[in-house]
């Protein structure tokens, strides 16, 4: 059975400072990864996915992840916080033989941003 | 603007009451999903549609009925719905007729749902 960890339900960076928000997976096969953020009153978007080939995955707004298969870890980041980046971001693990249904997300990690 | 319009926005209704959720996509999507959205806890998938077939009912209580009409449109029906029902509504949207685990959702901005 796959399951998603996101360590910490809020984190709070300061403006320019690095974003970083953790997502550990469990999957016995290789998985699909996804970061998904969900602004204030909207729906979730798709920020970035990672499926094969290059472990590191850049997104849109200047996020980026790493797919790590030896600590079973997809961390999302961010270099320079801004202010447009206050939401909450949903780690998501999928079972690439599998349909999609079996999308797992985790319970979210809210990011503050101090002026 | 992510091209899956959902309505209403917001719902109160009593636990006797039996209203509608109602969810638009302007895609050419394929398939289409019902998420409840609880507060600190995990989207919880509900319905899986593809081509108008159902593909997936994940255990969801009866009081919850889907209804997907044609490509463009999910509906979900309401009867003698619970307090511990109130949570957001999120439907999806993804390209594909065969629902795989490697596309991309696009999601509409919720229906809040409170019942009381």
């Known amino acids: 059975a796959q399951s998603v960890t996101q360590l910490g339900s809020h984190v709070s960076v300061s403006e320019g400072a690095l974003v970083l928000l953790r997502c550990n997976y469990s999957?016995?096969?290789?998985?699909?990864l996804f970061w998904y953020v969900q602004y204030p009153n909207q729906g979730l978007q798709l920020l970035l996915k990672?499926?094969?080939?290059?472990?590191l995955v850049k997104g849109i707004n200047g996020f980026e992840a790493e797919f790590k298969k030896s600590e079973t870890s997809f961390h999302l980041t961010k270099p320079s916080a801004h202010m447009s980046d206050a939401a909450e971001y949903f780690c998501?693990?999928?079972?690439?033989?599998?349909?999609?249904?079996?999308?797992?997300f985790g319970s979210g990690t809210r990011l503050s941003i101090r002026p | 603007e992510t091209g899956v319009t959902q309505t209403p926005r917001h719902l109160v209704m009593g636990m006797t009451n039996k209203k509608s959720l109602k969810c638009e996509q302007h895609?050419?999507?394929?398939?289409m999903y019902w998420y409840k959205q609880s507060a600190k806890k995990p989207l919880e998938l509900m319905f899986v549609?593809?081509?108008?077939?159902?593909?997936e009912n994940n255990s969801v209580p009866s009081r919850f009925s889907p209804e997907c009409p044609n490509s463009s449109h999910l509906f979900l029906h309401l009867h003698t719905l619970q307090p511990e029902d109130s949570a957001l509504y999120l439907c999806?949207?993804?390209?594909?007729?065969?629902?795989?685990?490697?596309?991309?959702?696009?999601f509409g901005s919720g229906t809040q749902l409170s019942v009381l």
């Open positions: 895609l050419g999507h394929n398939a």
């Open positions: 999806a949207s993804s390209p594909g007729s065969t629902v795989s685990t490697n596309e991309k959702l696009f």
């Open positions: 999957s016995s096969v290789p998985p699909y």
């Open positions: 990672y499926t094969t080939g290059a472990t």
């Open positions: 998501a693990v999928s079972d690439p033989d599998s349909s999609a249904s079996k999308i797992i």
């Open positions: 549609y593809s081509l108008e077939e159902r593909v």
